[in-house]
C-alpha cells in the first residue's frame, strides 16, 4: 500500500490501544510482585568463626565442623571456619582488627579481644586447662633450670604454651633456645623425635605420646571462649548465645560434643576471663 493511501488510523496512536495497555499494567505489576516472592530469599552474611591454630588445620576441622553445621542450623545462617596455619598469621588477623565474627580462643586473646577490642564473651567450654612442659622418659629433666640453653619446642607466641614458657624463664639471659612448631602436635613429636631437648603442650595431650614425661605443671587457665565482634547485632548474638548452651539441651548437641571429645558448653561472660590478657604482656602487637 502507497504510503499516501494508508488509512488514518496507521498514523496517529489508537486510544483504544492504550486504554488495553493501561489495564494491563497494573496486572503485569502485579504478576511482577507474585515472581519476586517466588524467589529465594537472598542468603544473610556468612558468620565467620575463627579458632585459634592449636591443633592442625585438618584435625580442627573435622573437630569443628560438626559444631558450626549445627549452629548454622540452629541459626538459620551459615556458620563458617576460618581457620589459620599457624599463630603467627592468627596473631596478625588478631592484632589487626580480630575480621571475624566469632572466635573460639584460649584465655589470654579471649581476655585481650574484650580489653582491646570491645568483644563479647557469650559462652565457653567447660572447665579448665593446665600446660605440661615434656621431656622424653629417657632422658629425664627434673627442673626447668637445667634446660637453660637447651632446644625447647613450643609454638609461637602468643600460643599459651609460649607465654607460659616466658613465665617459667623470666631471665631472657638464662633462656632455653626456643624451637617455633607450627601446632602442639608438632611440639609433642619434636620432642619425641629428639629435635628438642623438652616442650610445652597442653596437659591433655600428655597422655596421647607414650614415651612423654611431665616436668612441671602450671596453674590451670579457663577453657576456650566463644566471644563476638562488636560489629554482630543483638539478635543475632543472642541467637548465637542461646545456639551454642542448646547443645546440652539436645540429642543432636550433646552426641556431637560427645563423638568429637568435645566438653560442655556453658555460660560464660567477660569476668570470667578479666586479667588473662597480662599473659601477653611482651608480646609482640600487645
Do not use: C
Not at 565474627?101 to 585481650?112: G, H
Not at 602450671?218 to 543475632?236: A, C, H, I, M, Q
Not at 548452651?245 to 540429642?251: C, D, G, V
Request: proline letters at 8%.
Amino acid at each position: 500500500m502507497h504510503a499516501s493511501t494508508r488509512p488514518a488510523y496507521a498514523s496517529r496512536p489508537s486510544t483504544r490501544r492504550h486504554g488495553r495497555a493501561g489495564r494491563l499494567l497494573p496486572l503485569l505489576a502485579g504478576v511482577t510482585a507474585l515472581l519476586v516472592a517466588a524467589l529465594p530469599a537472598k542468603a544473610e552474611e556468612t558468620l565467620k568463626m575463627a579458632i585459634a591454630p592449636f591443633l592442625p588445620e585438618a584435625e580442627l576441622s573435622e573437630a569443628y565442623a560438626p559444631v558450626a553445621e549445627y549452629l548454622s542450623r540452629r541459626l538459620g545462617e551459615t556458620v563458617e571456619l576460618e581457620l589459620f596455619p599457624n599463630y603467627l598469621s592468627f596473631w596478625e588477623a588478631t592484632r589487626g582488627g580480630s575480621d571475624f565474627d566469632i572466635a573460639l580462643d584460649a584465655a589470654p586473646v579471649t581476655d585481650f579481644r574484650v580489653q582491646r577490642q570491645n568483644w563479647q564473651v557469650i559462652a565457653r567450654f567447660d572447665g579448665e586447662v593446665t600446660q605440661s612442659l615434656v621431656t622424653r622418659e629417657d632422658d629425664l629433666i627434673l627442673s626447668p633450670k637445667e634446660l637453660v640453653n637447651q632446644r625447647v619446642a613450643v609454638q609461637p607466641s602468643p600460643s599459651v604454651g609460649a607465654l607460659v614458657l616466658y613465665q617459667l624463664f623470666p631471665n631472657p639471659v638464662q633462656q632455653p633456645t626456643l624451637i617455633f612448631e607450627r601446632t602442639n602436635r608438632d611440639v609433642a613429636t619434636a620432642v619425641i623425635e629428639g629435635k628438642a631437648r623438652a616442650g610445652v603442650i597442653p596437659t591433655p595431650l600428655v597422655g596421647g605420646y607414650p614415651g612423654l614425661y611431665p616436668v612441671i605443671t602450671t596453674d590451670p587457665l579457663p577453657f576456650l571462649g566463644f566471644s563476638v565482634s562488636p560489629e554482630l547485632n543483638e539478635r543475632t548474638r543472642k541467637a548465637l548465645q542461646q545456639a551454642l548452651l542448646s547443645f546440652a539441651e539436645t540429642e543432636e548437641g550433646q552426641r556431637i560434643l560427645e563423638e568429637q571429645q568435645l566438653t560442655d558448653i556453658v555460660p560464660a561472660n567477660n569476668r570470667y576471663y578479666a586479667g588473662n590478657a597480662e599473659l601477653l604482656v611482651g608480646t609482640y602487637g600487645y
